[in-house]
Nanobody
Framework: VQLQASGGGLVQPGNSHTLSCVVS????????VGWIRQAPGQEREGVAL????????HVADSVKGRFTISGDIAKNTVYLRMSSLRPEDTAIYYC????????????????????WGQGTQVTVSS
């Protein structure tokens, strides 16, 4: 199983931006896929998680109302739509997958994931 995150870049504060994560090797339905970010000098932080087959979605309180996660089963791809971006959203964003459907999720627990992609840098700055 491989995950390929893409879409990072330099974004102005207040703008929107979308990240993509392509899962290969197994169907997206086998997994819950999440986005995790890590800012310089800080711990990893879970941002959002989606179980595509069930439609169950979890979004961390720190980004609720600004970030949305979605999945395209046909493309084996999960997206993170980020809106109203702030400088404090600057981080490396990773996508990761864990087997099964997760009806509950603690965003602070990033050790649950079975597979990780490489990160993509998002910098929010004017």
């Amino acid at each position: 199983v491989q995950l390929q995150a893409s879409g990072g870049g330099l974004v102005q504060p207040g703008n929107s931006h979308t990240l993509s994560c392509v899962v290969s090797g197994r169907p997206l339905n086998d997994f819950a896929v999440g986005w995790i970010r890590q800012a310089p000098g800080q711990e990893r932080e879970g941002v959002a998680l989606i179980s595509s087959v069930s439609g169950i979605i979890h979004v961390a309180d720190s980004v609720k109302g600004r970030f949305t996660i979605s999945g395209d089963i046909a493309k084996n791809t999960v997206y993170l739509r980020m809106s109203s971006l702030r400088p404090e959203d600057t981080a490396i964003y990773y996508c990761a997958a864990v087997y099964g459907t997760w009806s509950s999720w603690d965003p602070s627990n990033t050790e649950v994931f079975d597979f990780w992609g490489q990160g993509t840098q998002v910098t929010v700055s004017s």
